[in-house]
């Protein structure tokens, strides 16, 4: 017959008994009644099926005032300020209905991720909870304003805002226009797979982010799974990251550019692009410049596509286009459906017209066939390496500016590299 | 004093004497009278400034008659057919305008690539030239006919195609679609600089082109470099490739699949992807299946995103959509620009929507959330790991059918595996 098992509570040190082996580790909060999550002394989690297991034993009770005490803030520690938005980083399963809720307080978050609070003082904050492919311009400029006042608050260390991975990299670029340059680590991390699962990639993102969050590199930047090994983060450039895999935990990558750094769950950091304004921290205050126009759109050119689609844009208003062409720049130029009358036309009623690489990888050249000449004397500006993301992000902010509308100072501000959004040192390298 | 140089002709050995040391090598076709272009023994091309050459001596000239023959057709060596259709791998700078001009005939084919007709017995046609931006559904039905009749032609061993490098990966796919499971090898290539550069890629992936085009890999394929070094080519899937690069020489990736196999210039072929359809040369004919309504529109999602593009499609009579989503497969789903209302109503209507993967790499998966599972019960399709740019193109190819137009007829054509489309197999590996 088998013993009814002790009660044991997340955070506990724990032993096993699983179909005859033994396993220890720290017990983790699951929210599937069947399963023991378990931390073990690797670092890695295991997932047990209940019904497997024939005894639990409880080795080291979790002080309840030492937990306490943490969620106070310990007072000891370097302070954090945690922005909570949603995402699959701050969902679990609710085993009743199957979907997922949202983990909103500093409770739950310590429940499931005990070992950030031995690192940080964290203050959690939820402005709003999301899927990333749910936020606009809104919840970007909300989330500048507040982050904005915690790197202002001689309190804060660093910021972390955890955040849904689909329009991540949107967030991402646009924070680090509405920042600018940064007088502290401001750190967005994800997870691929919800937290309460054994495979999850949050534990190291966020512990890994907790270190980037102290470090002296400031920026925006992303951190996650470097690769799908479970060993260490990469610091990626805010503004010039994308999401390239659907379920990869390593799939945010850096594109044109390298990652800032390399970052272990042990703290260590090692620096990789040395190009990274590396400041340090500074006791300046940041100005936040937390503004949009959302009459900007992103078209993606196809082989055969009618130009008419411009036109729709122009009737809707918009005031600046972010084209993905092919290849060095092109778009079709000759027959029916030649683009350049109607972009032609439209530029000179004041559309603003940017191409971007549809390749993602690579330089924009508008020099090299004469398609991409005649592009450029109509009035379209080719944005060089940026990211098509990264580009409509950043032409809703300086759109977003009454004092910066003219044509000339509006072409002037998209070309210059406001926040390392242009790589300049960028050779064909394809730094994936 | 200097000598006047010999005149010597393209195909002879030389050695030229510049800066006081030597080098040997075959001469090749130079547009610009300042340069020298040499093919070296190793294989790698070299331009020299004719200004720094004190002396040129012809060391074997190359006979005329055997130019001449190879012209003609030798009548030893298997038959290729040779689609020149323009791109920079069929361009070579007017030293006058400097432009580009096309290189349109056999002759002209020789005179830049003399060892490709050591391999094959070139017949070229042209039936037409155009950069790859300018090409459209028209251009892939003629394309799809001429090489269907080729592949039908007992004469013939193999197809390449040349092409532009920007929108190639369209044209493959719709030849991977319209020509179906092909008899013998058809192999698409390019260069990403013109011909008559020291540095182009276009000789390697000529001379491997002809060995891929002999070989016994029956598919509709891309070969060109497969890294930044001039070793080696890759056999990629045309329906599982994509432009990632704007200038690198190995700018074609394949997404979510493994390369086919690696093609040596010396003809060595070395299989990567055993799972590829192997079958072997067959006596058997094809049937061309070339047909494409092009009532068919890409979408990328953007956050923010108003759904009111859809109804520009619906009013522009667009009979089916594929939209980049992001992530497993979500688009906005909340608020006022909430795209699962409009969605529904244009499906209703009978519009064909699909989703594909805006990350390129990895599969959708619209069970783990519930706004895919919402998009799913409404009646968009999920098409897994098969690539936007695919997808639009099988769209209008299905659609094209006019017994294929009811509603469950496309859907299920458009999941089914027609010719590779979807890698079943495919794991978390990013593949890149």
């Not at 450029?376 to 944005?383: R, Y």
Request: some cysteine; hydrophobic content about 35%.
């Amino acid at each position: 017959m088998k013993k009814p098992f002790k009660k044991p509570e997340p955070g506990d040190k724990i032993s096993v008994k699983i179909n005859n082996k033994e396993e220890t580790g720290t017990l983790l909060e699951s929210h599937d009644p069947g399963v023991l999550l378990l931390k073990l002394e690797s670092g890695y989690n295991i997932g047990l099926k209940r019904e497997e297991v024939s005894e639990i034993k409880v080795l080291k009770k979790r002080k309840k005032q030492e937990k306490k005490e943490e969620l106070k803030m310990s007072g000891k520690k370097p302070i954090i300020d945690f922005y909570l938005t949603g995402g699959t980083i701050s969902s679990k399963l609710d085993p009743e209905t199957g979907g997922v809720k949202w983990l909103i307080d500093a409770k739950e978050l310590f429940g499931l991720y005990p070992e950030l609070f031995d690192v940080v003082d964290v203050r959690v904050k939820s402005p709003f909870m999301k899927a990333s492919e749910n936020m606009d311009s809104k919840d970007w400029i909300r989330l500048a304003k507040l982050v904005g006042k915690s790197l202002n608050d001689e309190n804060v260390k660093g910021v972390i805002v955890s955040h849904g991975t689909d329009f991540l990299h949107y967030t991402s670029a646009a924070l680090s226009f509405m920042l600018g340059k940064v007088n502290k680590p401001v750190v967005l991390t994800y997870s691929q797979r919800s937290s309460d699962r054994g495979s999850s990639d949050s534990r190291l993102n966020l512990i890994c982010s907790a270190y980037a969050a102290l470090s002296d590199i400031a920026e925006v930047m992303l951190v996650g799974h470097a690769s799908m090994n479970d060993d260490f983060c990469f610091m990626l450039q805010g503004n010039k990251v994308r999401k390239m895999h659907t379920s990869r935990r390593d799939t945010f990558r850096p594109i044109n550019c390298k990652p800032i750094a390399k970052v272990f769950p042990d703290g260590k950091i090692e620096m990789i692009n040395n190009d990274v304004n590396k400041r340090g921290r500074s006791d300046g205050k940041i100005k936040v410049d937390a503004v949009f126009d959302n009459r900007v759109a992103l078209i993606k050119f196809y082989p055969g596509q009618s130009p008419d689609i411009l036109n729709y844009y122009k009737k809707k208003a918009c005031r600046g286009l972010v084209i993905e062409m092919s290849g060095l720049g092109h778009v079709l130029s000759e027959g029916k459906n030649n683009w350049l009358p109607v972009l032609k036309k439209l530029i000179k009623k004041g559309m603003f017209v940017y191409a971007a690489p549809q390749t993602l990888y690579g330089r924009l050249d508008p020099y090299v066939y004469s398609p991409g000449r005649k592009l450029q004397e109509i009035g379209v500006n080719f944005l060089g390496d940026i990211l098509p993301e990264c580009a409509l992000v950043k032409l809703g902010w300086v759109l977003g500016h009454p004092s910066w509308r003219g044509s000339v100072s509006t072409k002037l501000k998209m070309l210059e590299n406001v926040n390392g959004e242009f790589n300049e040192r960028l050779g064909s390298e394809f730094l994936i």
